[in-house]
């Protein structure tokens, strides 16, 4: 498989969402493809499972997705959108365990070393005390 | 740069001037540059450890290295000595941006 793994950011709040993705940029790099996604339509808070479809379908890699997300429906809508997901990509997308900002930070800096998503992942949950 | 006793593992060592240390940017592209070679690099504190692995970003950046402390790595490997050489010179250059 080529190319590096993509990472998503899923906040409730779009600017925690931009944010986080310009850190990745800045700091690691533009070689690993990102999508981001936050806030509803109207502009206030919250998350929107076709947003998280729009952000996993931007950052789309043949290595697969990691997303990382903030709290509870941040959570829920993104396995929502992993289900909706035509069913050759559904098991290449990952929800990490991981604090968004930093999370996002570490699994980018993994995944531009061409790790796969497995060790991606693992990279971002290693920040989440067992 | 020098041999590790008698075993085939190479060592060198680099001050570390960032202002602010081995904060984050500077831990991300130490790691970066470490995972593009094949060799096992550690780095330490010391030059008897404690090591952590260099390809590791959560632990190059729980090393909080400070500015004016001394970063030693160690690397076993076949491309151990141009994995040192590297390290060194971002080390030396803090950490410029790369290409």
């Known amino acids: ?130 | 740069m020098m041999q590790d006793g008698g075993m085939n593992r190479l060592r060198a060592s680099a001050l570390i001037r960032h202002e602010v240390g081995l904060h984050a940017r500077p831990s991300v592209k130490l790691t970066k540059l470490a995972k593009a070679f094949e060799s096992k690099i550690d780095l330490g504190l010391s030059p008897d450890g404690p090591w952590v692995d260099a390809k590791s970003i959560v632990k190059v950046m729980a090393t909080k290295a400070p500015k004016d402390s001394t970063l030693y790595f160690r690397a076993e490997g076949s491309d151990a000595e141009a994995a040192l050489d590297a390290l060194v010179t971002l080390v030396n250059e803090d950490f410029p941006d790369g290409p």
Do not use: F, Y
């Open chain 1, 1 to 130: 498989m080529k190319g590096n793994v993509g990472i998503v950011i899923v906040s409730h709040s779009a600017d925690v969402a931009r944010g986080t993705a310009l850190m990745v940029e800045q700091m690691v790099g533009r070689e690993v493809p990102l999508g981001w996604c936050g806030g509803d339509p109207d502009g206030g808070l919250g998350t929107s499972v076709e947003a998280i479809l729009a952000a996993i379908d931007k950052a789309w890699s043949e290595q697969g997705v990691a997303i990382l997300v903030d709290l509870g429906g941040a959570e829920t809508n993104s396995e929502m959108a992993i289900e909706m997901l035509p069913e050759s990509r559904r098991s290449r997308v990952v929800v990490c365990n991981a604090p968004v900002v930093e999370g996002a930070v570490m699994a980018a800096t993994e995944a531009a070393s061409g790790a796969p998503l497995d060790v991606v992942r693992r990279t971002a949950e290693e920040l989440t005390p067992a």
